[in-house]
């Protein structure tokens, strides 16, 4: 039995570039070390949750994983909430937050209170409490955001936001979506009245304002979702699992999945991140565990900025970096893929699918000798993201037969 | 976002052809304008309905527009019904129906009552009636060809056949397949015996046998079927919705899943249709609707005839139409692929897949640069019918992210 590491490159797909003459960034790269795995191992387009979805790293990567998305995906909050290190528990009521800046009237004037994460840590800390037997957990995110996460009896995602969605718009009352959300909803805007009283009588504002912030005067809360049971990833896989990534959903998915997660501050989830540290940690790892998830995001930051150029550069960096994977090789189950496209030409992601290859010694072949959209459509798979764990597991010789 | 242009090419795959040294007429075909958007797009091969089945027209195109035909799809009577004119409405019950020829002993003498339509108009309006509260429409449509619709409360389409399927037998009295038929079935006889007193009474049958023609003087009907509340179009998938077509069993379809029909008396539904008119038509809607189907019906016609030359000759004559494409796929997304294989070697329907293209610009592109059953081969999709327009939505801008 071999070892897996599953690389996925976030937002890896793309479409036509002029600046490249119609070709990818991908394509236009230069990446002799993935080209020459694609030249060894098995290749194909993988249909990210499924042909012409266009998924979120979320739903991809639970998908990958082999948790259906459609049975425990249940909105961005909780993986948001795990990713900023709360320590979610499956039946947690968890929101995506804004700290923003509201007026006396109630009346939202930023929702994002400056874009500045200045004394947020220390605000989050303050407004995490006990009310009527909820506990209600705050935690700091980049920059003005934030999650938030209610634990306790009879609590039920069925509740609206607080957020208006646009400034200039008066904060909103949480209302109940059902008869089960009503306890939810009443002691949360008992906790929103009450943290809001702390907010603005907060040493931290008084701070903020003295650098020119605006204030943090205001958790806006959106999208309840409950934290999901996930089937623990090495009880049903048999595999004792890592996960070296710089970006909280990530992490979050895979803390849920009983994962052990492997950052450092090199890993930043952005284009600068230390690619090398990551593919040398997750090597190291692989000694001692079966399974290793690396994330590298950074592609995905330059196809959401609409930047060929540095989408390029960046996919080159990481090639770089996969000089090592060679020999590893030999003895491990390596895959390469993306968890979705994210084109250039559209600064968003898309329900294209992306390249996926597969090496290991003696692993099947095929004619492709380079790993990108184009090429990697000669290759023998076309695989729904839902199926790789089934493949990386019959590579790695550890599947069961089914049958005689 | 972009509009979609659908274009169904009925019966479009084919098997090797001797006549064509073993290639089918659509790679044999001379087809500039299908191959450049191939080279432009993104190809593959589409299941119809699912990998190996034998699909038929309607449920190919319920399929391709998203509707599952294992849940909506409740025999050919409705379709043909509203494709024959009658607006059906969900509830009814439809068969299909011939005009047959019986003799004083109630025998089938002939099946097709002399495949002629003389005054076979007359006679549907003349037996269409209501009994017991139950309304009886009846439709002619081509040759010997009708529709029966019974419309009421309590009415199930658990009822056996009056059509022996054969001449020489006798016309069967409707049976109950279950108990709840048997209102059904009982009403049903009380109105074939009173339809059939009036036909043969009829001066329309007289005017038949002044010209040698049999006389229609039984309704023999088949495969009863309830119609199916298909959900609207334009709230499924958030598209104003047009269709062009010839043939009453897509027009009917298209109207049941709400979309509005646009045909002229160009458009036949036959290998002689005025396919320019067709598309100009088409690309007119493209304005005015976000998505327009378009069927094609020769190529089935010739695959049917076993008549491979003409089949070559009806998508050369297809291919100079699409000429016009190529301009309107800048703005729009177009896909052009079939609903079914129809071999010349067969004369049927075949379980083969089709090929599909897809093309906007800016698009995925692949190896690609040929339009037929084996070059499309080489393309990056092997999509389902009931995944097309999903993967027609992300091409078009129009998806909603799933996750993060």
């Known amino acids: 039995m071999k070892n897996i590491l599953l690389i996925v490159i976030d937002g890896l797909g793309d479409r036509p570039n002029a600046i490249f003459n119609g070709l990818t960034a991908l394509e236009y790269a230069y990446t002799p070390n993935m080209d020459r795995l694609a030249g060894m191992g098995t290749n194909g387009l993988m249909y990210p949750v499924d042909i012409g979805v266009v998924a979120g790293s979320d739903t991809s990567h639970l998908s990958i994983l082999g948790y259906d998305p459609s049975l425990v995906y249940t909105g961005r ?35 994002r209170a400056g874009r500045s994460s200045m004394e947020t840590g220390k605000l989050a800390r303050e407004i995490s409490m006990n009310i009527d037997g909820i506990d209600f957990l705050v935690k700091e995110g980049v920059e003005h955001r934030a999650a938030l996460v209610m634990r306790g009896k009879d609590l039920s995602p069925d509740v609206s936001d607080s957020d208006p969605h646009s400034a200039g718009a008066r904060v909103k009352r949480i209302e109940a979506k059902s008869e089960s959300g009503k306890f ?192 990697s459509a000669d290759g023998s798979l076309r695989i729904k993201s839902g199926e790789v764990m089934r493949y990386l597991m019959q590579m790695s010789d550890r599947s069961e037969k089914y049958g005689a």
């Open 77 to 111: 909050g909780p993986f948001e909430a795990m990713g900023l290190g709360i320590n979610v528990k499956p039946g947690d009521i968890a929101f995506r937050a804004n700290f923003a800046t509201v007026d006396p009237s109630g009346t939202v004037t930023d929702r």
């Open 184 to 375: 939810t909803a009443g002691v949360l805007n008992k906790y929103l009245d009450t943290a809001r009283k702390i907010l603005r009588e907060s040493p931290s504002n008084s701070k903020r304002k003295q650098h020119g912030l605006p204030e943090a005067n205001e958790l806006l809360i959106r999208g309840a979702g409950i934290v999901p049971e996930l089937q623990d990833f090495s009880s049903k896989f048999g595999l004792k699992a890592a996960c070296v990534a710089g970006v909280p959903i990530i992490t979050g998915i895979a803390s849920l999945a009983g994962m052990e997660i492997h950052k450092n501050e090199r890993m930043t989830g952005t284009v600068n991140s230390d690619f090398d540290a990551k593919i040398s940690t997750a090597l190291d790892l692989l000694g001692k565990y079966d399974f290793v998830l690396v994330n590298i995001k950074g592609p995905d930051v330059a196809g959401h900025d609409r930047n060929p150029v540095l989408k390029k550069e960046v996919i080159e960096r990481i090639d770089k970096a996969f000089e090592r994977l060679i020999p590893a090789g030999s003895g491990n189950v390596i895959c390469i893929t993306g968890d979705h496209s994210t084109p250039c030409s559209v600064g968003e992601h898309s329900g294209d699918p992306v390249p996926i290859l597969l090496y290991t010694e003696g692993c099947r072949r095929d004619r492709v000798n380079a790993f990108n959209e184009v090429a």
